[in-house]
Each structure stands twice: as C-alpha cells, then as structure tokens.
C-alpha cells in the first residue's frame, strides 16, 4: 500500500524558515515527480513546488521563487522543500504527492498534509 507521510511544519515568525519532508511507503520516491501543494482555509489548493521524476527540474510558484528549494535525497527516500523567508501569507496546510508521469500530470497518491503557520 502507498503511502505519503508529511513532516516538519509548525509555527514559525515572520522571516523564519522551515524545512518539510515527504517520505513514503510502498514506493521509491525517485522514480516519481514529487509535488509540494497547500491549501488556505477558505482558499483553493495551489501548486508550490515539484521535482521531475527522471531529471529531477524543479518547478516553484511565482510567489515563492527565491525563498523555497525542493530537493530530493535518496538516504533517506526524502523530498523536502525547504522554505526560507516565511511569510503569514504563506500560512496554509501543506501537502505532497505523487505523478508517475511528470508535475503537469495527474496526481496518483497525496499524503495527509502538514500545517505551516507564519505568524508573530
């Protein structure tokens, strides 16, 4: 059974940073795109940040070019996206999935997601 697993959010100030990571179960993560997503309550879901499956190019939102980085790390079979620079606009729960196809295919698997709150 697949499964994605979450990590590393919490709450954090203004300018702080913080590095997520998704970790998985019944795959390896690097024969996948790997995308990062979140959701604000009251606000739709938005793609943050992915990593192809075969050469490993990153893609990031326009908002937050600069300040995150994904990366991948196969001791541990880890994605991260680390996120530098945090502002409250960047509160929202954030989750990763998976694309055996590429990160403007369909998403196959999604984990339970990881709230990240940006506040003073």
């Known amino acids: 059974q697949v499964q994605l697993v979450e990590s590393g959010g919490g709450l954090v100030q203004p300018g702080g940073s913080l590095r997520l990571s998704c970790a998985a179960s019944g795959l390896i993560l690097d024969y996948y795109a790997i995308g990062w997503f979140r959701q604000a309550p009251g606000k739709e879901r938005e793609g943050v940040s992915c990593?192809?499956?075969?050469?490993?190019?990153?893609y990031y939102l326009d908002s937050v070019k600069g300040r995150f980085t994904i990366s991948r790390d196969n001791a541990p079979d880890t994605v991260y996206l680390q996120m530098n620079s945090l502002k409250p606009d960047d509160t929202a729960a954030y989750y990763c999935?998976?694309?055996?196809?590429?990160?403007?295919?369909?998403?196959?698997?999604w984990g339970q997601g990881t709230q990240v709150t940006v506040s003073s």
């Open positions: 999935a998976m694309s055996d196809i590429s990160c403007q295919g369909q998403w196959d698997y």
């Open positions: 990593i192809s499956k075969s050469d490993s190019i990153t």
